[in-house]
């Protein structure tokens, strides 16, 4: 066990694990966390609390991720390396890991140019995969990149992104085991509604002896319109959505978001039956009330328990602290 | 921009780098970091690497695992290979117009018999303090050109 994270037990005790992700509130009210969360919470294993998603200004993933612990719920706290230096991406993997975070996402992050402030400095010091290998050296060696000593180092479950549907489709796999090699638990995965090339993937990774080194959690959501389903292509970096799909909820008209469900729910279940595939990644931005839904539907709900070690949620981390 | 083509080339160029390395390492002695043949050899990295590849002047040149290609070019600076951003038609996620750096990086890479497999290996985070110096200096002097104290496993 690298944590004690509901995820990690999830994952280790052979389950077929889900994650789901959370709209990060333009709010400085907690109860907006909560709230959110609620609506996800029992569905899925642990909630990824996103780091200025989109390169736009949200809650801090930090403060989210902790929220998320105190009400009760396992997170995976997302890090991008375009807002942070080293400096401050070290003492962000402690502070989570001290406020009861027990998941991290590494990533490198978007471009500003595609947020709300675009004109803002990208800062990059990093990539996912450094951020990686300095997570994995804080959590293993106990000290800082410095050399400096860590009186208690974070316990930390440590993720990466991959996106199967990218160019250079032959690297990916490559990449992948570059994210093994640097310190990943886990992958979670750009969104998939491609299934086939997925299975390409997935075939290279097996044949790579990767899907034992590593678990994999495909990224899925429904898509709520044709409408939406193209600006997602054209707007958000990485995602591939075939004609074919797009012409599905053109066709249903006024249904289409019944439709997006739909389709939702036959990639997962193709996905399910992929060899490797560890679990999935949720992420319905805005449609975060089908989640339950569709999981029941393909058959993934109740979520498993895992042994009677779960931990206590953390009410207040700093009176426990203290007392 | 002729030289640039050299680019495709990357045996080439993988041979031009091992020579470079040995013609200079027995001047290693006169070739200090800070030194008044630093700036000299800095002035003419940035304009032949420039020409050639783009050069950003990081100072610690990792060509020979990247492909023969500046991953400083690349606007996310990364150092390990293509982000999930890389368009379907090959093209940059925040550059459009621009093919991804790392796309060619790839592609040149399996062209290198010697260097090729470097583009798997984790490189460290770059040393910022090493920028606008002799990247072939500091490469003569291991004790420069550092990996972060804790980095080593």
Redesign the interface.
Known sequence: MRSDSRLERVLRAGHFAITAELLSPDSADPQAVVDHASVLGDSCDAINATDASGASVHMSNVAVAALLRQAGYDAVVQMA??DRN?IAMQGDLLGAAALGVQNVLCL????V?TGDHPESK?V???????LL??AR?LRD?G??????TIDSPPKLFLGG???PF???Y??RP??L??KI??GADFIQT?YCFDVPRLRTFMERVRDMGLDKRVFILVGVGPLRSARAALWMRENV??V?IPDRLVRRLTDAGKRSQTEGKRICVEIIEEIKEIPGVAGIHMMAYRQEHLVPEILDEVGLLPRPQVGDDMPEPISDPVQTAIS | MSLRLLQNRPRVLEIAYVATLGALGPFRRWLKPGSAMESLFASGERITKGVMFDCQMCGDCVLHSTGMTCPMTC??????????????N?NC??IPDMP?V??MA??RSKKMPAFGDG???????VD?RLEGTSAWINDLHPDIKKQ????A?
């Open positions: 390396c375009r080293r490198t992050g978007d471009g140019g990208p990059f010091d990093m990539d996912s995969i450094t290998r300095t050296i060696k000290h800082f990149l410095s050399g400096r992104a991959s996106n990218a160019p250079p032959d690297f490559l990449r085991k570059k090699e640097a750009q970096p990485g591939v | 606007p996310k600076n990364l150092r390990n290979g293509p982000c999930g951003g890389v368009r379907q090959g996620e925040i991804c790392w796309l790839w592609e583009i798997q290996t984790v490189l460290t985070p910022r972060p104290v804790g980095w496993e």
